[in-house]
């Protein structure tokens, strides 16, 4: 690797340095292992990003060290950088997302702005996290107590950082923001005993799971979003059982604009069982099984429009 990508790359290995955590030793052999896979025609990974693949540094520590200093590249400016989104794009994108109180990853995989598979390989090669879906972990009672102390309710709602799984000294921890990582670098120094592994989650998942962990309801910022926007809320589902987590997440939407009292186990149920029903009758009469929800005023009431919606290309 020649030119000002190396030199970028260097300028990154210096601040790693800077903070304690690689030596020169090992700056020398992260450019070696680019410069190898440059020539084999593999693609590119960022300097921070070969050091997590040797276990040199964690993502927290890659992130915070470039945040700190202003040299983190974003998810927004990659878009750009990469023309995936437009800069104009981007913007409206981060806007809409603000005014929706939705986290702007979650966004982007909510609008389709970018394929879901490609956006799961950008979050991987920019910060290193996997994505996982909610609905893969299990929840398990028993450590439900060492969860909550580790983040409480609050702390979960301020930072959208939750505790999911805990095996051994190891506790897997989803983020809706790669920023969540700030975060976790505190709570890592707070409590030694653990070895933090955080994942990627989806929005929809942060608040399914919330209500699992906690007991409640998320409540974030409801009180202050317009009705008008939550009207504009919708959900595509192809498995409602796979999706279970983002028709939870659609139903507080409902509840919101219709007012209805704060969500109980019993009408939670109802709602994902009157979304299964409505799902595979759409399914079978269309033969499309990607169906999208979306909520409609009709004078008084509050109805639930079900469409089909075309295969989305990834």
Request: aromatic letters at 10%; hydrophobic letters at 40%.
């Amino acid at each position: 690797m020649t030119g000002p990508d190396r030199g970028k790359d260097r300028k990154t290995g210096d601040i790693l340095m800077a903070g304690g955590l690689i030596g020169p030793g090992d700056v020398e052999n992260v450019l070696a292992i680019q410069e190898k896979n440059r020539l084999a025609g593999n693609r590119n990974r960022l300097f921070g990003m070969v050091l997590c693949d040797l276990n040199l540094i964690t993502p927290m520590d890659n992130y915070c060290a470039l945040a700190s200093t202003k040299k983190l590249l974003s998810l927004k400016d990659y878009l750009v950088k990469e023309g995936v989104v437009s800069p104009s794009g981007v913007g409206q994108l981060a806007a809409r997302a603000g005014a929706e109180g939705v986290p702007f990853i979650s966004f982007l995989l909510d609008q389709k702005a970018v394929g879901k598979s490609r956006l799961q390989q950008i979050l991987f090669d920019l910060f290193y996290l996997p994505f996982r879906s909610v609905s893969d972990i299990v929840f398990d009672k028993q450590s439900q107590d060492q969860l909550t102390q580790v983040i409480g309710p609050l702390a979960a709602e301020k930072h959208l950082c939750i505790p999911l799984q805990l095996n051994g000294s190891a506790l897997m921890v989803g983020l809706c923001d790669p920023s969540n990582l700030m975060f976790l670098r505190d709570l890592d120094a707070t409590f030694p005993q653990y070895r933090f592994t955080p994942v990627f989650i989806p929005f929809s998942g942060f608040t399914w799971f919330f209500r699992l962990l906690y007991g409640k309801n998320w409540e974030g910022e409801k009180k202050s979003v317009d009705p008008r926007v939550l009207m504009k809320s919708s959900m595509v589902i192809q498995d409602p059982v796979a999706d279970k987590e983002k028709i939870f997440a659609f139903f507080d939407r409902y509840e919101q604009v219709s007012g209805q009292a704060p969500a109980g186990t019993g009408r939670q149920s109802y709602f994902f069982e009157f979304i299964r029903l409505h799902h595979d009758r759409m399914a079978a009469r269309t033969q499309c099984r990607r169906v999208r929800f979306s909520l409609k005023a009709q004078g008084k009431d509050l109805k639930i429009i079900a469409t089909p919606e075309p295969e989305a290309q990834d």
